[in-house]
């Protein structure tokens, strides 16, 4: 068992207790983080003179060849040692001797770990923005070709209104700027180093703790030593928005599997992103969409756990915040999964442009429109609902759309009625003549903002 401690024990761990403690088997993913922290730490050594210069030198060197003989595959991770600290340091003083012993100096594994978690969850903040930047594109694509693709807009999931697929994919972009809006902000507030908190209340070394962490790419040092081993209100927060993420990706794929049924037709999955039944040749499942749906709720899982380990810890470290990690990195990888298969998908489908608009005709989805010509001809609007209401039954009766309606039935309502009513409620106008800003009619606009925001991320 290779540990960092043990002068005060006198008998050895328990095999069980040991394995139960030990955490190298997923906190091995801190490496990079772990090697940049201890260089950044060592400069800063010698810097202040608590480290000879060739003392650092020897110990960059040793971390460099630790570095490389992993990447290389030379040098395994082995669970023989109880974290990913004790793995660099002690094959570090295997290979340098004597001045490994003093990578530790001034520093404990409660701010080491803090920081190599900071790093870990910068990097992956970092990377699911460029994820969610790729999906925004793909999305910002469909917008740009189907500004003329007429389908139905939906509440209650009943017809509604007449839109555009460039529209309702618009609602989608606006979801996943949020997204990326959330986690640029996050990256903002959770960029201060916790290293050099020793294990809670500092050290004596005359550590420059703003010198490392400008080396570090962190603003500023943290404020209170404490809180600087103990915060993770930033995993907590990076979890939120993974969960938010995942959120709107399982409204999406809710869509994708409603709009691929043979009820709706509205779209059609590439084979890449569909599988088969193993009993009916007929079949073509948007597996995909529904795992993606499912796996939603085992990020929520983990935002849940996150909250639930922090709760009830009180000041300073832990070993329950150990907990932090598994499901935390789980969700990550469950998250980072699911938005490139929604920006494959996505890019693979095709959608069925004439089946949307013939679905936009039907469901009397331009009623709305109907009771606003009234209205333009002087009707209160009370009373054009009315009016348009009866129309409607009368449609329902004699099983057609509103468009196929005739002139006589219309005027039979109302004298305002005229032949102008068939061009009023058609889905051209339907669509174009709504020109509030975010509204169906307003979309050239609305992609060239799309447009501008993905420019300036």
Known sequence: MAQLWGGRFTKETDQLVYEFNQSIRFDQRFFAQDVRGSRAHVTMLAKQGIL??????????GLQSIEEDVAAGKLVISDQYEDIHSFVEAVLTERIGDPGKKLHTGRSR?????????????????????????????????????????????????????VTLAHHMGAYFEMVK???????????RMNVCPLGSGAL????????????????????????????????????????????????L???????????????RFIELDDTYATGSSIMPQKKNPDIAELIRGKTGRVYGAMTQILTI??????????????????????????????RLMEGQLASAKWNKKRMADSARQGYSNATDAADYLVKKGMPFRDAHSVIGRLVLTCIEKNIQMDELPLADYRAESELFDEDIYEA??????????????????????????????AAL
């Open 201 to 248: 209340a500092g050290t004596t070394y005359p550590l420059d703790r703003e010198y490392t962490a400008k080396l570090l790419g962190f603003d500023r040092a943290s404020d209170n030593s404490m809180d600087g081993v103990s915060d993770r209100d930033y995993v907590i927060e990076y979890v939120s928005c993974l969960a938010t993420i995942m959120m709107h």
């Open 110 to 162: 409660n701010d080491q770990v803090a920081l190599d978690m900071r790093l870990y969850i910068r990097d992956e903040v970092d990377e699911t923005v460029e994820l969610l930047k790729n999906l925004l594109g793909t999305i910002l694509r469909i917008m740009e070709e189907n500004t003329e693709t007429y389908m139905p807009g939906f509440t209650h999931l009943q017809k509604a209104q007449p």
């Open 250 to 264: 399982s409204r999406l794929s809710e869509e994708i599997i409603i709009w691929n049924s043979n009820e709706y």
């Open 310 to 339: 922090m709760k009830g810890i009180p000041l300073a470290y832990n070993k329950d915040m150990q907990e932090d990690k598994e499901t935390v990195f789980d969700a990550i990888d469950t998250t980072k999964g699911c938005i």
């Open 52 to 61: 000879t210069e060739e003392e650092r030198d020897e110990i960059l060197r």
């Open 178 to 188: 949020r997204d990326v809006l959330h986690l640029k902000s996050l990256r903002e």
């Open 425 to 454: 409620i058609s889905l051209k106008t339907c669509v174009e003549t709504r020109i509030t800003k975010g509204a169906p009619g307003d979309i050239e606009n609305e992609i060239r903002e799309s447009r501008a925001f993905m």
